[in-house]
């Protein structure tokens, strides 16, 4: 089930990034009176003129030169007051960055609201983009699917079907001929812009489980060149045992999607029975998907060649039955 909303507390947020984004703590409390909820930020310089409409004090409050040089052209009196407008909503934190130096009192003031205060020394414009990012990925749509991922020729070709249709074996046999690896069993699926990037719970990562052998790691078995952490999902191979009745796509003019976390992705469905070269079908699936991607469609091809053909006899019947000479 997709996480639509995934809370992340200051002390966390402190704990996960002080490293990478060279936080400090500049008040005595770590955790803020709300948590932050999203990856966008605020940038108070209005609040502190006294225009308080559409003030988004839900989000991460930035100090920046701007604010802090404007703070410090006003008079005691008027601070005292930018101060009180900024503190009159909940905050979760604020960030103060290049390193600046904060008013007097403004500490004790946000300790008396409960908001931590941070410093960082890196220039705002390139803070606000490299955080951005940490966020951005924290509270990316993700989502737990059943299948196995494997990256064939550079194309992430996730295998889904019912349990013991065989997924592993598929996975496995391909790993033998070279391929690599992304997760078996259980895939974590991410969001991010439009692409969706699977990999392996962290637990299980690179783990498989093959009938009547019992557990093995891939990487110990094959080498680290049969692994990859993640991998861009482009195709899912959805594996069916075989119906005679069932109206298999025979041409595949009709290019038939499905939807991960709102993301299209190309949907292929493959049947299973025995003698049947599935490691042979999925290297051509991967191949024939880039081929499409370089704009060469062998399908949409051979029923443009038909078409010309037949075009080609009608005008050809039409020459030979009124040449008579």
Request: neutral net charge; proline residues 3%.
């Amino acid at each position: 089930m997709t996480e639509s909303v995934r809370k992340y507390t200051v002390k966390e947020f402190f704990k996960d990034n002080k490293d990478e984004l060279g936080l400090e703590l500049l008040t005595s409390t770590i955790q803020g009176q709300l948590d932050i909820t999203c990856c966008d930020v605020y940038r108070p310089a209005f609040v502190l003129t006294g225009f308080m409409q559409n003030y988004l004090h839900e989000r991460i409050q930035i100090f920046g030169e701007t604010e802090m040089q404007y703070i410090q052209s006003l008079t005691k009196g008027q601070k005292e007051d930018a101060f009180q407008r900024l503190f009159s909503k909940p905050l979760c934190c604020i960030i103060v960055t290049k390193g600046l130096d904060l008013p007097d009192g403004f500490i004790e003031k946000a300790e008396n609201v409960s908001v931590p205060v941070l410093r960082t020394n890196l220039h705002t414009t390139p803070f606000i983009q490299l955080m951005t990012e940490i966020l951005s990925y924290h509270f990316a749509p993700r989502t737990t699917v059943h299948g196995s991922l494997v990256d064939v020729y550079g194309v992430g070709l996730l295998f889904a079907g019912p349990s013991g249709i065989g997924k592993s074996e598929i996975v496995l046999d391909l790993i033998e001929r070279g391929h690599r690896l992304v997760a078996d069993d259980v895939v974590e699926i991410i969001k991010r812009g439009d692409m969706i990037i699977g990999r392996g719970k962290e637990y299980l990562r690179h783990f498989m489980e093959v009938r009547g052998v019992g557990i093995i790691n891939v990487m110990d078995v094959f080498g680290i060149r049969s692994i990859r952490i993640q991998k861009r999902i482009e195709v899912k191979v959805e594996l069916s045992e075989w119906d005679p009745k069932r109206d298999w796509d025979r041409h595949g003019l009709d290019e038939k999607t499905t939807e991960i976390l709102g993301s299209k992705v190309t949907q292929l469905f493959i049947p299973i029975f025995p003698g049947k070269n599935i490691t042979v079908i999925a290297e051509t699936i991967a191949l024939n998907y880039m081929l499409k991607i370089y704009g060469f469609n062998a399908a949409q091809k051979l029923d443009n060649n038909l078409f010309n053909l037949m075009q080609s006899r009608k005008r050809t019947q039409r020459y030979l039955r009124d040449d008579t000479e």
